[in-house]
């Protein structure tokens, strides 16, 4: 009698040793899981805000080539209107070294809180 009741302690232990076991096992997993899913909306937000700022910097390109087709500014700095008041822009004009009929125009996107530009766009104009 007494080996029946050892056996039946003996397999409870086990029993409550296998729980114990897959609770971690599932707790692991799922801690896992919520750090994968906190990456990727990070990186689906980061990407996002570059695709944004991939498309304001074409724009502003262009205002730019419309605004002073000769390319002789230098400097010049704004913000970008209503739904992207966060997002500001920079540009600069060179002349590439010797006689070409180029302008190099460098435009930044950046945020406001984003201290490295999100967005760099460079284009050669040509000049005429």
């Known amino acids: 009698m007494s080996s029946s009741r050892f ?29 994968t899913f906190s990456l990727a909306t990070r990186l689906e937000s980061k990407l996002e805000k570059q695709a944004i700022a991939r498309r304001l910097a074409e724009r502003q390109t262009a205002i730019l080539r419309l ?26 004009w060179s002349s590439p070294q010797g006689e070409f009929p180029f302008q190099l125009l460098r435009v930044r996107v950046l945020m406001e809180t984003d201290e490295p530009a999100l967005y760099r766009l460079e284009t050669l104009l040509n000049i005429k």
């Open 7 to 35: 056996n039946k302690t003996n397999s409870m232990g086990v029993a409550l040793l296998e729980v114990l076991l897959a609770m971690t096992v599932v707790g692991i997993g799922m801690g896992v899981s919520f750090k």
């Open 67 to 92: 605004q002073n087709p000769s390319g002789q500014s230098n400097g010049e700095v704004g913000k970008f209107d209503s739904p992207f008041e966060e997002y500001q822009w920079t540009a600069e």
